[in-house]
Every structure is written in C-alpha cells, then in structure tokens.
C-alpha cells in the first residue's frame, strides 16, 4: 500500500496534520522578519561631513538645518551644496539624521561614500547564505530527515541571530547574517516538505500556501515593530531572542512517516503512522497493519544512495528538473528585483513596507482558488501577468509615477503569486528519492537570483528601462517553459525517478 492511500484511510487533513501546521507556521514570521529587517537596519538616513558643514545658511543665528530636507551628502543627482567638497573621505566624521532612524548599520560603521558599496557587499553575503544553506542542508535532510534539520536551523538561527545584535565588527556582523541566511533556507524548505509529506493529496497544496500567508504576516508586522524600534541592535535582538522559544519542538514535531518508508525504516514509520491514525480518530485496523507489515517482510531489493546528479542522470528527469530550477531562480530574481524598489514610492518607508505586505496577501489568497484546478496552469498565468506587467511600465512616461508604481506592484502581485505557486509544484514533480534534494536545489537557484537582484539595476547607467525589460522577459520565458512540465494537481507524489521516466508505473490516483 503506497503512503498515499495510507494517508487517505488515516485522514489527509486530520487533527494530527492541522497540529502539524500549527508548529510550521510559527517559525514563518520569524524567517520574514530576518529576510527583510536589512530593509531597516541597513537603512541610510540623511548624512552629513562634519568637515564641510554646516552650510552657510546653518550658520545663520537662528536658523538650523533640517535634516529630513537633505539629499543624501554622496547621492550622485544630489544638488551641490548637499556634498561635501571631498567626497572621496570625510575627515571631520559623520552626523547622521535620527529623525527617521535612532542607529543602523550604516551609522554605527560609517558606511556611506567610498564605504557605502560594504553595506551591498553585505546583503549579497547574506544572500549567498541562503544559497549555501539551500545546498547544504537539502541535502542533509535527505539523508537525516525534514525534523533533524529543522531543528538544528532554529537553534542556530536563534543564537546566531541574538549574536548579530553583539557584533563588534561590521564584518563580524557579515559573518553572523551569513550564517543566519544558511538556516533560512533549512527551516523554510524542510518545514514545507515535512508538511507536504504528511497531507492528503486533496489538501496538500496547503502545505506551501498556509505557511505563505504566515511568512506574509511576518512581512506585514515587521513594519510595525521596525516602526516602534528604532535601533538596529535593539531590532535585531527583537527579531531573534524569540527563536529561543522553540525549543520545544524537540518534545512535538513529528518526523516524516514518508521520509521513513522511502529510506526503509517501515517499522518506525508505521509507528509514527499509528500515533497519527489515532490522533486523527482513524485508527488502523489489524488487516491494514498486516499488509503494511507484509510488505515490509518482503525482500526487498537493495537500493543505492541518491545524490543531486540523480536530478539529471536520466532524460525526463533532467528536463523537469532544469525547468524548475529556472522557475525558481526568475520568480526569486523578480521577486526581489522589484521589493528592493521600495524607495521609489516616496513614501514613510514604513508604510511602503506594509504596502508591500499586503500585496502578498491577495497573492497568496488567489492560489488557493487555481492550485486545486491545475498547478501548470497557475504557474504559467501569474508568471505571465508578472511579466507583462513589469514590461508595460516601460512604455510609461516619468510622469505617471502612479501608474508606472501601480503596474509594478500588479507585477509584484503576479510574481507573488508564481513564487507561491513553484513551493508546492517543485516538491510533486521530484520524487521522494530526491524530493529534498530537488527542492534544495531549486531553493540555490532561487538565492542566486536574489543574490544577482539589486545588480541588475546596475543595467540603469546603460538604460533606465533595461532592469523592467529583465523582469519582464524572464517571467514570460519561464510561462513558455511551464508547458513542458507535468500537471500534478490531484495525483500521488512519484516516489522514484523510474516512475518519473516511465519505466515503473506510478500508483497515480485522482481525486475528484
């Protein structure tokens, strides 16, 4: 009997799994905090050289300077009195406007002019991060299971998260972020798949968008608590200390029955699928256990140890999975391309935030309307709307502003949604052999798009429209590419790489 239709006589949604759900989500808002506080802590407020200032007109009985009315002092179309003389080094130091912000990074570190290209230097290591993490502890958790890694992600992310709050260096700083951005990519991705894993084909879907809508609320409520702390040490420290409170998970989440099987330890995983039935209140009978403990006596055939080369190995397995890493990597690169432009809104940077948040919301809302119909379908269309949209702004002229903005957030919008979307396709296309594998895989390809993002605006001094022409194409490039792609919507999750290429037949079951 495959786990499939285990799930099916257990529950598929039962109360084990909306408990399960429960301790997947919380972690969310805390990995949506870490992905976008740079946005405030690495902020660059107005500045100043001591050694130039204060201007003239500063200097007047009287009279003070606004700081919220100066343009940043090395802006390069900032006006000239804004500068000081030698922009290439300040001698007299920095003051800073506190009128937004008490500290950042930037600050504290003096990084602007000649030393402003550390603070990017510094979100690209971040990043890069996440790539290593989605690489490393993939693969890890294929061979020591989805719990394992993820408990090891909140503690380090915990403790390397309050210990950011303590650098004394900003490259010390670097080094802590970098190892925060590892355990992103572990807790994300393996608390996804070890939901996915134990849901009912009818109901797995939720596994990706649930855990979307929490990650989207920690989007949301980050504007609300960077707005109510202004220091970067003390908003760091916010963010971080409460990682600590999900030690006891130790003690409640469960490990992936499924996991089980596939790696041969069925008397663990009937266990496990026991506990569950009856949680569920659908205990197994006594025929079910026999013909699962039948199976498992059967000889079985020793199986060789899958890697990342598996991926790609065979024909159809290499097409799949060459499209879905490349549907990760452009849905992260939009993704970013356009949250990294938040500024342009000329707005309270806090509310632009919660603008961005809530976007999100409707995106991740309208999936759960169009998954259930066909994965394929859905990636293609909002693929194609956020790839449309960001080219439309090109034909905008400068001075319709609002609508150049509106179409990018319809991007955003789409682009959202697409991302949603390529969570729970990538983990029904790779079989259970290389599931976590594939999916680490597509998560590294993700990272490097983010990593390669804000260099992409650096198109502008070529042409100020070349970065909406790359986030408009790219997404259209991934809709055609969609189409060779499998639909899996309401059929069982393959569980070997012969089922995928054909030479095994799949246990494929369709629900209505």
């Not at 972690?27 to 870490?34: G, K």
Request: with cysteine; net charge neutral; charged share 15%.
């Amino acid at each position: 009997m495959k786990f499939d239709d285990v799930l099916n006589r257990i529950g598929g949604f039962g109360r084990f799994q909306k408990t399960l759900y429960i301790w997947i989500c919380l972690p969310q808002i805390l990995l949506a905090f870490h992905m976008f506080v740079s946005i405030f802590t690495s902020a660059v407020p107005p500045h100043l050289c001591l050694s130039a200032w204060p201007p003239p007109a500063a200097q007047e009985p009287g009279l003070s300077y606004n700081f919220s009315q100066l343009e940043l002092a090395c802006s390069p179309g900032g006006p000239a009195h804004a500068r000081p003389s030698n922009s290439s080094g300040c001698q007299g130091g920095w003051e800073y406007g506190k009128e937004i912000f008490h500290s950042t990074v930037v600050t504290e570190w003096d990084l602007v002019c000649e030393n402003a290209s550390l603070n990017n230097i510094g979100s690209s290591i971040y990043m890069s991060g996440l790539l290593v993490g989605a690489v490393l502890f993939g693969a890890l958790a294929d061979k020591y299971g989805r719990r394992t890694i993820i408990l090891v992600g909140l503690a380090l992310q915990a403790v390397f998260g309050v210990g950011a709050a303590f650098a004394p260096t900003f490259y010390i700083y670097i080094v802590l972020r970098f190892v925060v951005g590892t355990t992103i990519s572990a807790v994300i991705m393996n608390a996804f798949v070890l939901g996915t894993e134990w849901t009912g084909l009818k109901h797995r879907m939720l596994a990706g968008i649930i855990t979307d809508y929490f990650f989207g609320f920690g989007y949301i409520l980050l504007a609300g608590v960077a707005y109510l702390i202004r220091d970067w040490r003390h908003l760091q420290l916010a963010i971080s200390a409460p990682g600590f409170l999900f030690i006891f998970y130790i003690w409640v989440l469960p490990k992936s029955a499924r996991w089980l099987m596939a790696n041969q330890k069925n008397e663990e995983a009937l266990d496990l699928i026991r506990k569950a039935a009856l949680v569920n209140g659908n205990p197994l009978t006594n025929d079910i256990e026999l013909q699962q403990e039948h199976k498992s006596g059967k000889p079985v055939v020793e199986q060789r140890k899958h890697t990342v080369i598996d991926l790609v190995r065979t024909p159809k397995m290499r097409r799949q999975s060459l499209i879905v890493f490349y549907l990760w990597f452009v849905n992260v690169l939009v993704y970013y391309g356009l949250s990294l432009n938040i500024s342009d809104f000329g707005i309270n940077i806090y509310l632009t935030q919660f603008i961005f948040g809530l976007v999100e919301m409707p995106a991740r809302t309208i999936t759960l309307f169009t998954l259930n119909r066909s994965r394929r379908i859905s990636q293609l269309a909002f693929l194609t709307v956020g790839g449309l949209a960001c080219l439309m702004t090109i034909f905008i002229p400068d001075d319709l502003s609002i609508i150049r903005t509106a179409l990018a957030m319809v991007g955003k919008f789409g682009i959202t949604a697409s991302l949603s979307i390529i969570y729970v396709y990538s983990a029904e296309v790779f079989p259970t052999v290389v599931r976590q594998s594939g999916i680490g895989m597509g998560s590294m390809c993700a990272r490097a798009g983010g990593v390669i993002a804000p260099i992409i605006y650096l198109l502008k001094r070529h042409s100020q429209n070349a970065p909406m022409v790359v986030f408009g194409l790219c997404p259209l490039v991934g809709a055609a590419l969609t189409m060779l792609l499998p639909e899996t919507a309401n059929k069982a999750l393959p569980d070997t790489i012969e089922e995928v290429e054909g030479t095994i037949e799949s246990e494929e079951k369709f629900e209505p």
